[in-house]
């Protein structure tokens, strides 16, 4: 009986928009009595649908198919792989959860009750899930000293979906971002106490004050697809997608079908992903309060305090392998996150050794590029971990001794060199050259960056 409702639901819905009809033919749709509520992944060269039939049978029709099209959006903004990101970068799955649904939820009539809005945590409508998680970050946990206290073993997320609100039907997103994790280096610049801080405990406490997590939408089976099934899902579902997307006109609001293009490009403009990964490495430090309350709800809610600065190394390889055009890439780039996003930054230049160290605006101001020979990894690591290797390169280089620490790491290289000896915990996001893949072994979050044309 159940089973036959949600197959009824399925073809209803398809009826009402043809467009999807592609999509939902790719996806095996099966019941699971451990999954909350319904949820979409990708497995074994296979998309799969699941739903909890308890679930199903206390929903109103029109409720169910409302969910069901929230599933198939999730696909078709690519929601998996762009969650899959977030989350090996470090950020929070229920975090990202929220995000996810809000950001679907909002174009979707006639969802439940519980289900979540962008104003169900004081978002403004029309984010998407990359602005959306950004937005969650800055209200409630941009103040805190650790935005995720990471442990061997310690277990993150559920399983399950949805959530929702809104005047239209559908959704778009577009943009990626990272975080990571870093221990302090030598006794340098802060401490790693958890006074103030918000560890994995209060985070929890804090997300369950704000969301109902079994019914906000937790994705946890996407987590674990591997990057070779992100790939062939990707190929498989991408002309499903696209040809859905081109059958929308009419029947979607505002940019959709452009949104939906935007989240099936591979690369990534490398403005978000180091926007983000700055965003997360200032969080893990921020001083953290409790005193401000949300009188809606009544909860207490983190207050803001008065955080230290954050200043990221960019490292450029300019070895003999990296283009001109990768190498002015770096400059335009450099131009735009110290002038527009004003980020603290530092540029290191190297091939085989460490070549200048500039300021992010004197570099773009200087436009010169040192080096071009071959490339050492192990020198730039080693300026990051051992103090007195940096204090070494400083005085070489004119810089006063006392120099300020890093709290982040991010190197554009197009990784053709031997993996470094790493000997120290460090937020370390790498931007490689289309194709490239940073050095096997090496720690820290990948990420393929998007060169543009410039002719």
Known sequence: MVNEK???????????????????QLITKLPASNVPTLCVTFYASS???FYNEEFVANLEFEELKTILLHEFMHIMLNHMQRYKKFYDAGISPDVLNIACDAAINQYLKNMPSWAIYPGTFGGPEG?????????????????????????????VGQSGTTGGQGEGDEE????TGGQGDQEPEDGEGQGDSDEGGLTK???DQLLDDLFDKDNCGSHELWKDITEDEAETAKELMKAAVQQAANKMAGNMPGNLIQQIA???????????????????VRASFREYSRSIRDRRRGLAVPGAKKGESCRLLIATDNSGSMSDADLNHVLSECRFLGKNLKIEADVLQFDYDIQNLSSINRFVAEKKFMGRGGTNFQV??????????????????????????????????????????IKKHMKILWLLTPGSKKPEGSPGREQEVKIPNHN
């Open 201 to 203: 405990d209060t985070q």
């Open 380 to 421: 730039v690591f080693d300026f990051m971990q051992d103090r007195n290797f940096r204090l070494k390169i400083l005085r070489e280089l004119g810089h006063p001794a006392k120099f300020k620490r890093y709290d982040g790491f991010v190197i554009y290289t197009d990784g053709c060199a031997p993996a470094p000896v």
């Open 262 to 280: 935007v989240a099936w490009e591979e690369p990534i403009n490398w403005k978000g992903a180091i926007k983000y990964f700055y965003n997360s």
């Open 127 to 155: 984010y998407t899930f990359e602005q959306y998680t950004d937005f969650i970050i800055n209200k409630f946990f941009n103040n805190v000293k650790k935005l995720t206290k990471k442990k061997k073993g310690s277990p």
């Open 172 to 175: 778009g997103d577009s943009s």
């Open 47 to 49: 998309y799969f649908m």
């Open 6 to 24: 949600f197959e009824s639901a399925v073809t209803n819905l398809i009826n009402e928009k043809p467009y999807l009809i592609g999509i939902s």
